[in-house]
């Protein structure tokens, strides 16, 4: 283990920032932190940081305790949504700037910049200025800024923000391969977007109103979500959250939802505390409900197609089943390229993947 944050709290005036929040990350992690916008995510990488104070709680690094210590002694280092470069500052000074302060040695700031340089790949952008570099330039000489005091904890807060879209998917890759060659830096990237903390994190904490509401493996918080806040959450197109009721049939549980009814078995441990109609938010996968092919193979239902939204390898179809029970479902472009909207399906679930 190598930081330990245990009942962080933080209030400005009305507004709750952080509300008891209790995670762990191993040293050398790659660790998300997901969330919306306001869930508390900047507050806990401040806070981590140094720059801001908790009302409550202590952070520990490898067992020492930070929650009292300056900025300076932390060996943490924090890159922000704005770049925060020096304008009139060449490349090289901007990566330079932490070791002047520090009152490195000339020939050891040559040398750790030209390092630092080519690891992130901007050794050709050393003695131009911030105004002329592009957006994934300047993100990387922000991060380099930050590395080059070989900080153990990098904190990123939502660093891919000013990134157009490919840059954005770019820049994923980019993360992933400077971790691996980092080695021994922990990684802590608070972000609103599900895709980047699943394409990147080991571990995901979800937070929410400041509360982590679930920690787990991205396969994990996909396929065992442990509230239909994490449910939407994850996962692309979200998941249809369906109203339903249990019920108790002669083989056993159901599952009655409005267009269909389910075997509720694989679940029977964990509704067997709840009485027959208790009403139950039933998530479905997009990627679950599929046309039939003439071989029942789960629960069947018709349905309508509201609208298509082709995006070329896949299309994703909204559909209307028992008149008002609208959800999303996901194809591919070679099996919905003919569906048009006001078309009938006949659909079916793929049991294995509903929540």
Known sequence: MDLAIRDLRKRFGAVEALRGVELTVEAAEFFAVLGPSGAGKTTLLRIIAGIERADQGRILLGGRDLTEMPV????????????????????????????????????????????IAEMLR??????????????????????????????????LDEPLTNLDAKLRHDTRAEFKRLHRELGSTTIIYATPDQLEALSMGRRIAVLRQGRIVQISTPERLYAEPGDDFVASLVGDPPINLVTATLRQGSGGP??????????????????????????????????????RNGRRAGPAFAARVFLTEPLGDVTILDIVAADSCRMKMVLPHEQAWRIGVNDALDCEIDSEQIC
């Open 72 to 115: 300076r002694a932390r060996n943490t280092a924090m890159v922000f949504q704005t770049f925060a470069l020096y304008p009139h500052l060449s490349t090289f000074e901007n990566l330079a700037y932490p070791l002047r302060e520090a009152r490195v040695p000339a020939a050891e700031i040559r040398r750790r910049v030209g390092e």
């Open 122 to 155: 901007l050794t050709h952008t050393l003695e131009r200025k911030p105004a002329t570099l592009s957006g994934g330039e300047q993100q990387r000489c922000a991060i380099g800024r930050a590395l080059i005091r070989r900080p153990r904890i990098l904190l």
């Open 254 to 291: 159901l599952i009655d939802l409005p267009f269909a009814g389910l075997d509720a078995q694989p679940w029977q441990a964990a509704l067997g505390a709840f009485p027959p109609g208790t009403r139950l938010r039933v998530g479905i996968r997009p990627q679950a409900i599929r046309p």
